[in-house]
């Protein structure tokens, strides 16, 4: 038969108790959000929604074309040149999504002949552009500057450090500083996804980079999302001048893609302006962080010390992290489910996310039923 090979394959995860199912989300849900990435709680803000809805009415459904026909708009001008400066660097470029930035990141910047040096934690998107750039991989053990040292001695030319700031899975941040320290020692670049930084982490909520004390550097590029901390859609790069104009020229998820829709550049747009304003969102969601992990911690649940607004409990197997995750949306709770092989050490966890809007009695509603539920 053809395509039989796909019956075989579900029916292995099924057993395997790995399947993935869709659940549509209503727009009035009462549950009880701890799986989202809406660190700051501005998805449905009022001032969030309204620039999007500016910009649909200004702009249009859909940008029209790739950035460089009819899909850059003056409004993604605008959003690039407040993005690189809240954040520190000299200039942004805004992609459709954070996967596609850094595909475009990762690709553009190890032509033929560089080594990639990737941590073993990092996001699918880092792994993805590994694999889709011309040179060579070299993986790492997580979270480890000797061993990225030590991978850089053997390149034969050029050379990127690969690693996220803040780990997806468990919340852990990088070593930033020392792995910095390690790529200037080489002669190395160091490319960082802040996915899961930026508007937590540093002064304000500018990001890991900014934290580190990197932002601006010239041997450092960033990559963020718009669909996390800002509520929207999208992802940007950032860095140097030089490095964007070479992406504009080089990177093929910048060059063939549709530009970010204008609503979502609208909505990201506002969304950075309301964090200037408001820097204590960041402080409130590595304070709701902290307290999750403080009360999981003190009922038994083995979590991991948050550093950003990820929250980590780890769980039996795969088929009691589906039931359990399962049994905490049954009791109004929504949590993220993370399963080989998502997860890179194949331990199954519950994953929650902290929000910024988050009050003290829903934080002790969730830890309850997070335990009353636990298998």
């Not at 995860?13 to 799986?35: F, H, K, N, T, V």
């Not at 929207?232 to 093929?252: E, F, T, Y």
């Not at 992990?293 to 083995?302: I, V």
């Not at 890179?344 to 539920?373: C, K, M, N, Y």
Request: proline share 6%; aromatic share 4%.
């Amino acid at each position: 038969m053809v395509f039989g090979w796909i019956d075989e394959q579900a029916g292995t995860r099924r057993r395997a108790g790995l399947e993935r199912i869709l659940r549509p989300r209503a727009a009035d849900s009462p549950l009880l959000d701890l799986a989202s990435n809406d660190y700051l709680g501005l998805a449905r803000h009022p001032e969030i929604i309204a620039g999007a809805a500016q910009a649909a009415r200004v702009w249009g459904g859909g940008a029209t074309g790739s950035r460089l026909v009819t899909g850059t708009t003056e409004l993604h001008a605008e959003l690039e040149r407040e993005l690189a400066g809240f954040c520190g660097f000299e200039a942004a470029l805004v992609f459709s999504s954070g996967y596609a930035a850094n595909l475009a990141a990762v690709t553009a910047l190890a032509p033929h002949g560089s080594l990639i040096v990737s941590d073993a934690g990092n996001h699918a998107s880092l792994i993805d552009g590994c694999r889709l750039a011309r040179g060579t991989t070299q993986v790492v053990p997580h979270a480890d500057p000797e061993a990225v040292r030590k991978a850089l001695g053997t390149r034969p030319g050029p050379a990127v450090v690969v690693s996220d700031t803040v780990f997806s899975v468990d919340g852990d941040a990088a070593p930033l500083a020392e792995l910095a320290a390690v790529c200037r020692r080489s002669d190395a670049g160091l490319l960082v996804d802040d996915a899961h930084g930026l508007g937590v982490l540093g002064a304000g909520g500018r990001g890991a980079p900014h934290a580190a004390g990197l932002a601006g550097a010239p041997d450092v590029v960033v990559t963020v999302t718009l669909s996390k901390s800002l509520g929207s859609q999208g992802g940007a790069v950032l860095g140097p001048a030089r490095v964007v104009d070479h992406l504009v020229n080089a990177a093929r998820t910048f060059i063939f893609d549709t530009g970010l829709a204008p609503a979502a550049a609208g909505a990201a747009l506002a969304a950075l302006r309301l964090l200037r304003r408001e820097p204590e969102r960041a402080e409130r969601a590595r304070e709701v962080a902290t307290g999750l992990h403080a009360r999981l911690t003190a009922e038994g649940h083995e979590a991991v010390r948050p550093d950003a607004a990820v929250v980590s409990v780890r769980a039996p197997s795969p088929e009691q992290a589906v039931r359990w995750a399962a049994d905490c949306r049954a009791a109004g709770v929504a949590v993220g489910c993370f399963r080989p092989p998502s997860v890179p050490d194949g331990v199954s966890r519950l994953r929650l996310t902290a929000r910024a809007d988050l009050t003290d009695g829903q934080i002790e509603h969730a830890v309850r039923v997070i335990g009353e539920t636990r298998p």
